[in-house]
């Protein structure tokens, strides 16, 4: 018996019609000769209401009742789609993730995996069960409570039981019908590809293109996984979607691959700070104890002895940062006049494994961003990526301008 792992998105399981629909596509691959594995999501704008509910109820929320409250979607679609296949009388049944166990370490709201033991889930497919539904994006910690793997971490788990039962393949059906050289919502000229890198996909991921997790592809590659993103509402053929597989295995050359977006940054400085070694330290040690994902890191010129420091992350947390600052000045440990935050900018990122062999990407990035008369707030850059962050009232105007400049709509 070959397994397969398939996963379906929040849209895919949006009412129970879609449900049935994707159960007929399980339905098929069991009928092929595979025991099948499949993930949910919860149903669309379910994760989002329920974490609506939290932030609501407790602004500073405890992260272990954040997630107690988040992972309930997923049970939902679960136990729905294991009901809609037996239906259809395809021996199916639920996993919670603490049933399988799917364990994890502790980091409540972005846990990682650690295990996934086989046993439990091997005996029942041994005795005749053909498809198991596991409820995605939870796990169990090792005090025993429910963690959440961060926003979108269905995928990483999709990816992980393809990994722990050695599945042939993991195909992740979402809302649209692969990968695009960028969001198709937000440029008309954005194009399918047939095939990404595992790096590519994985800057284009960590830097805001949401169709995969960024942990998912960073299991991928590490395990070989095979893995594959199509859509639900296609019909089905051999080839559909995009296949994301290692370099070597891609023709195409371009110095850019895609460009994406990340729409909800904010920016923040730090006024006049000491200017002094152990500083960069003390301001982001309690950053990230407050949970602040820092993202670009700026530090000013100095003079006199002063400095300002500015850094982005999420819009969500400027609350928490802005906490973690003032209580680290109230103690003491650090000394600024004024803590300044935008919070109307987003970043926009180029992506490609081309660029480590092509000069010049920065430099008709910035050409074409002037030619638009975008002003440019921070810039970084890695060996295949170049960020910058703009005021977000230009967000799209930039990726179509650059989607444009990098001639991406062709092959
Ligand atoms: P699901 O609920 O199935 O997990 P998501 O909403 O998480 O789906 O991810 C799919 C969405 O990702 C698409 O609807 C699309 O708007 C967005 N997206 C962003 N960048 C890209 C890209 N480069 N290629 C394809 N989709 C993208
Ligand atoms: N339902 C979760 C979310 O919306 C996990 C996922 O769909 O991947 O983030
Ligand atoms: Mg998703």
């Not at 890695?382 to 650059?402: C, P, W």
């Amino acid at each position: 018996m070959t397994r397969l792992v398939m996963k379906f998105g929040g849209t895919s399981v949006a009412t129970l019609d879609r449900i049935k629909r994707a159960a007929k596509r399980v339905g098929r691959e069991v009928a092929n000769g595979h025991e099948v594995i499949v993930i949910v999501s919860a149903m669309a704008g379910k994760t989002n209401e329920l974490v609506g509910w939290v932030n609501e109820t407790s602004p500073f929320y405890d992260a272990r009742e954040y997630d107690a409250v988040v992972s309930s979607g997923e049970n939902v679609t679960a136990g729905l789609m294991a009901l809609t296949l037996q239906e259809m009388d395809i021996p199916a049944r639920s996993w919670q993730g603490w049933q399988v166990p799917l364990k994890t370490n502790g980091a409540h709201g972005a846990a990682r995996i650690e295990e996934i033991p086989t046993r439990n889930m091997d005996v029942k497919f041994a005795e005749g069960m053909k498809v198991a539904v596991v409820a995605g994006f939870q796990g169990v910690s090792p005090e025993g409570r429910i963690t959440t793997l961060g926003r979108g971490g269905s995928d990483t788990t999709a990816v992980a039981f393809a990994a722990a039962f050695d599945a042939v393949r993991c195909d992740i059906y979402t809302d649209v019908d692969g990968v695009y050289t960028t969001d198709p919502r937000i440029s008309s000229k954005a194009r399918k590809l047939d095939r990404i890198a595992f790096e590519e996909m994985l800057e284009l991921a960590s830097l805001g293109a949401k169709v995969l997790q960024t942990r998912s592809v960073e299991l991928a590659m590490r395990y070989k996984v095979k893995l594959r993103v199509l859509s639900s509402f296609d019909e089905y053929d051999e080839d559909a979607g995009t296949l994301v597989c290692d370099e070597e295995e891609i023709m195409e050359s371009k110095a850019v691959a895609g460009v994406a977006y990340s729409r909800d940054e904010a920016k923040m400085t730090l006024i006049s700070v000491a200017d002094k070694p152990g500083i960069a330290a003390a301001i982001f040690g309690p950053l990230a104890a407050a949970g602040v994902n820092v993202d670009m890191i700026v530090q000013n010129i100095s003079e006199e002895g002063r400095t300002d420091m500015t850094f982005s992350c999420p819009v969500d947390q400027v609350k928490r940062a802005e906490k973690a600052m003032s209580e680290a000045k109230a103690a003491g440990k650090i000394d600024y006049s004024e803590l300044v935050a935008d919070t109307d900018v987003a970043k926009v990122s180029v992506v490609g494994i081309g660029m480590r062999s092509h000069a010049g990407v920065a430099a008709r990035m910035f050409e074409s961003l002037r030619d638009e008369n975008i002003n440019i707030k921070v810039i970084t850059t890695s060996e295949i990526k170049i960020s910058v962050l703009i005021d977000r009232k230009y967000m799209e105007l930039a990726v179509q301008a650059l989607h444009d400049c990098f001639e991406l709509e062709k092959a």
